[in-house]
């Protein structure tokens, strides 16, 4: 086994039980997982909406964030696999910039600074978030109406709501506002470690289109990144829901490859 560590990377709206799917099913085939909580983000559903609203969290910022990501897997003792999942793709990305993981994969990812699509469903999902008029210091917490539009379009009533129930929490207007500033800026030219970037078909809030601009920014690099879209897939339903063990396979299976690969190609080097 090339590494025997996979860490996951939660988005916003959500908290690290989001993976637990994942984490049973790699698991189950031998891997040690880590899913990792935002600070502040270490407790049930249940627990952080009834914190609502939490002014600590309010004040949480992507620095804060990223530096929590970095000593878990920093503190590691091998380099992991690394999933992210929206802004936990975009999470991903900057941790891959810096050097960190073995193999990577950004699902339905927020793009860094500087990269654009003008899907329509795209500004109006991330508008009540990048609005100058919400406030930025309160936690907001998603109306079941606009995780209808964002997360889980195309879904049943029932679904949708259950899903909503299971995974939604506030989130800091000020972490996500990080997105589209300086911090979230990627160095596309840099060198890193295989980056697989998974798209949803119908995802309205991080569309394929989107996914696909991004992942074309990465051919300024020499390193291996790979785009692979999934039809019929909306936000939700890329890492839960009806089928979500296709896309943990796909990943999964790609992530080993890369990393079996690049331990060839060492060992090819070393006897040559």
Known sequence: MSTNTVVFIHGNFVNYECWNGWVKRYEAK????????????????KALRQAHPDPKLGQLTIDEVIDHLVRVITGLDEKPIIIGHSFGGLLTQLIVNRGLGAAAAAIDSVPPQGVLALEWSFFKSTWPLLNPLTPSSRPWLMPFEHFQYTFTNGMSLDEQRRAYDEIVVPESIRLGRGGVSSKARVDFTKPHAPLLMVAGEIDHIMPAALNKVNFNRYKASPSPTEFKEFPGRNHYTAIAGKGWEEVADYVLDWAVKQTADKIVMREVARSA
């Not at 031998?30 to 559903?45: E, H, N, Q, S, T």
């Open 30 to 45: 031998g891997y040690k997982c880590i899913a990792i909580p935002y600070p502040l983000r270490d407790k049930p559903v």
